[in-house]
């Protein structure tokens, strides 16, 4: 969508540059579009996004009762796999024409796509990821990403738009001079509290390897990998395929809402296809929960608990396999943690370099904060 979207809500005052710095972070840790974010925060409602939109776009918006009651001769004439490879829900049909709902109404592939299976002349209408998600889910049975779940949690428990305006001082900023994509210089302010988000309390980088190394040069093209990282699954992708090559099993985990979810990992160097199932709440005994509350890191084996057992599970080891779990933190809170497994030994030479690597994979992931911001502006 061509219309930067944080520009475009700052300027109606629907927000204010610390709720957007908020919802970059937010946007980037999780895996989620920059509108979801903010829905999600609460610092707007689905309904502000969606009329403001419509009337940028000058496409119609359709309402979450619209997207609630679809008749089934409608949904009929949009297969399944062409509705989940675009995102778009049919809603209604008016002669020869189909209203269309689109997260983003300016993708003419998927229009055209849309109008040369079904035979219609297609209408964009626009509305927000979130509903299409579940709009997807509802009548398509296409499986829904537990990212925009929550999100749509969120929509249904309660609705409130944060202040515009604070009367606490502003934080010290961090401003950057780069440039937009159209080659013009900006100034980019980013909160102080960004810089090191990722760092591990009391770790400080140890800078010793010897150049040239095998491990240095693996080293070194991790560090390449993780500098040209376009989005926050290239991180991922090459913090797994690095730490494969120490450990036999390697997770990163998420903290959100109140609930631990697997992102990705790898079991002897193949990825674990289910890790994305790994759902617990963090109100119940673990050792992720442990993990979260103290903002320490844990080596060993592992209690005996039902979410303890769902977790080894998931990472295909038993019970008295011992792990290494390291918080990740951002903004003196915990949002994720890596998950190794080995023998003990080899994790207690391996702890100081898995502290190190998350050090490193947290300037990936400033980096990528840096980058949307100037997206979005």
């Known amino acids: 969508m061509s219309v930067k979207l944080g520009e475009l809500l700052l300027q109606e005052n629907l927000i204010t540059p610390e709720q957007l710095d908020?919802?970059?972070?937010?946007?980037?840790?999780?895996?989620?579009?920059?509108?979801s974010s903010l829905i999600e925060l609460g610092f707007i409602t689905d309904e502000q996004l969606c009329r403001l939109l419509s009337e940028k776009l000058g496409v119609p918006a359709v309402s979450s009762r619209a997207l609630a009651a679809i008749p089934h001769?409608?949904?009929?004439?949009?297969?399944?796999?062409?509705?989940?490879?675009?995102?778009?829900?049919?809603?209604?049909?008016?002669?020869?024409?189909?209203a269309l709902a689109m997260s983003d109404p300016t993708d003419f592939k998927a229009t055209d796509e849309v109008a040369f299976v079904t035979g219609f002349i297609v209408l964009p209408h626009?509305?927000?990821?979130?509903?299409?998600?579940?709009?997807?889910?509802?009548?398509?049975?296409?499986?829904?990403?537990?990212r925009y779940m929550m999100v749509e949690g969120v929509l249904e428990s309660k609705r409130k738009v944060a202040p515009k305006a604070s009367t606490d001082p502003k934080a010290e900023k961090i401003v950057i001079s780069t440039m937009n994509e159209s080659g013009e210089t900006v100034n980019v302010e980013i909160p102080l509290e960004f810089e090191g988000f990722a760092a591990l309390p009391g770790y400080e980088e140890d800078l010793a390897d010897e150049a040239g190394s095998p491990e240095q040069q693996a080293s070194d093209r991790l560090s390449a990998r993780l500098s040209s990282a376009r989005n926050?699954?290239?991180?991922?992708?090459?913090?797994?395929?690095?730490?494969?090559?120490?450990?036999?099993?390697?997770?990163?985990?998420?903290?959100?809402?109140?609930?631990?979810?697997?992102?990705?990992?790898?079991?002897?160097?193949?990825?674990?296809?289910?890790?994305?199932?790994?759902?617990?709440?963090?109100?119940?005994?673990?050792?992720?929960?442990?993990?979260?509350?103290?903002?320490?890191?844990?080596?060993?084996t592992l209690a005996l608990t039902a979410e303890n057992l769902q977790l080894l599970k998931v990472l295909g080891v038993g019970f008295n396999t011992p792990l290494l779990i390291v918080p990740i933190v951002m903004l003196?809170?915990?949002?994720?943690?890596?998950?190794?497994?080995?023998?003990?030994?080899?994790?207690?030479?391996?702890?100081?370099?898995?502290?190190?690597?998350?050090?490193?994979?947290?300037?990936?992931?400033?980096?990528?904060?840096?980058?949307?911001?100037?997206?979005?502006?």
Request: charged share 25%; with cysteine.
């Open 22 to 35: 908020e919802a970059l972070k937010n946007q980037v840790i999780f895996g989620i579009k920059l509108g």
């Open 73 to 98: 001769n409608v949904l009929a004439h949009v297969p399944a796999e062409l509705a989940g490879k675009y995102r778009v829900v049919p809603i209604r049909i008016e002669g020869k024409k189909l």
């Open 126 to 146: 626009i509305a927000p990821d979130v509903r299409i998600t579940s709009a997807l889910s509802r009548y398509y049975h296409v499986r829904g990403d537990i």
């Open 232 to 300: 926050r699954d290239q991180i991922a992708a090459a913090f797994i395929e690095y730490l494969g090559l120490k450990f036999s099993v390697v997770a990163l985990i998420i903290f959100r809402k109140n609930v631990a979810v697997g992102w990705c990992g790898a079991i002897a160097g193949n990825h674990i296809a289910d890790i994305a199932e790994l759902n617990l709440p963090l109100g119940k005994p673990s050792v992720l929960k442990d993990v979260f509350e103290s903002v320490k890191l844990f080596r060993g």
């Open 332 to 377: 003196k809170k915990v949002v994720a943690a890596v998950v190794v497994s080995a023998e003990m030994d080899q994790l207690a030479k391996g702890e100081a370099e898995l502290q190190a690597l998350v050090h490193k994979a947290s300037l990936a992931f400033e980096m990528l904060i840096l980058k949307n911001k100037i997206l979005a502006i």
